[in-house]
């Protein structure tokens, strides 16, 4: 997958602005609050219709501007496509429109059509933080390769949402007790699915991130992961190869058992939304007791396993967006990364200082200032 062209109109701090892509490696660089993100990020909303950064999509229309619009143009399989992403407000009400190739889309076609693996610095927290980080990674891998996937976290989080406010109804409003059943019921079947799909694809992501792994820290550490399942009372399962049949009995065993939990705190205590991606290095919690650089080369190896993952599922590698994390990285990562990018994956990196990117005859530069673009 490789982009060609990025037309932006009332992006951020964009007014209308071109770039071609004409290298494998594009550098954006410039100093703090020029706009060299909201390229990424523009790129990022071309992938999945979503921001980055933020869950407003208006935030990203140019201030005063009532619309704004991203026209990506790339080659996948050798083919020539379009998305135009827009937002415009009419008669005080804000309006998407999503185009393919030209034709109107849902968010359903769009999502996967085109393929790409955003790095920053918050990735780097993937390991030492929450387990809601290790959750979205997760699902961001499987749903750029699954749009079933992408239906059931939809489905589930709105499930997830009713089954919340009927606790709440229950416990504020005395509501009927029994109408948690169907719900129950529901809630276990598309978390059931959703673990069976999560165990899966950590087989792959194993077989893909820990060769990584081993390149990166060269091959002085050992990196094990597990999909961590809560229980209740604090129990935790570590789960390989159930059926979904044995996991939705599972959890609507457990729901039953907790309900006067779950009443009281007005809050779904069990299921897919608190579960772990747990990962061990030498043996030991990562998230408790490797070091911040073994952190960090555990986050990137991770990440790049997601575009072996995408290439393995899809044929074509995805295109990588790095922000701001060169400086992040120690000399021999930053030459570990770019040698296994090197001239099969795209990629688009921003950094305040383009010297500590790495240069292996491939990149193009563009100076960004204030909302404009500039080739050097
Ligand atoms: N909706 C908007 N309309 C106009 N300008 C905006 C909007 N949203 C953000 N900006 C401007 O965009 C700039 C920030 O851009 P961006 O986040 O891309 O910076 P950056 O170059 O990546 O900086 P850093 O290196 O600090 O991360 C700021 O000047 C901000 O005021």
Redesign the pocket.
Known sequence: MRINRLQLVNF??YDHCTVSFDKMVTVFY??????????L?SIFYSAFGLSHRTNKED?????L?DGMAVHLDFSKEDEIHSIRMKRYNDQGRWHKEIKIDGKKATAKDHYSFFNAVMFSPEDLQIIKGDPGLRRRFMDMEISQTDPLYYELLVRYRRLLKQRNSLLKGIRDKNQPQEQLAPWDEEISDVGSQILIKRLDNLIKLKEISIPVFNILSDRTDTLEMKYEMKGNDGAVFYPEKESAADIKEFYIKSIRERIFKDIMQGNTGIGVHRDDLKTYINNADSRAFASQGQQRCCALALKLSQIEYVKKISGEYPVLLL??VMSELDHHRRNQLVSFINDKVQTII?V?DKTLIPDLGSNQYFK?E??SIKKS
Not at 30 to 39: A, L, R, S, V, W
């Open positions: 951020r701090n410039g100093k703090n609050g020029q706009g060299k993100t909201n390229i990020e935030e990203m229309v140019k201030f501007s922000d701001d921003t305040n960004v204030k909302g």
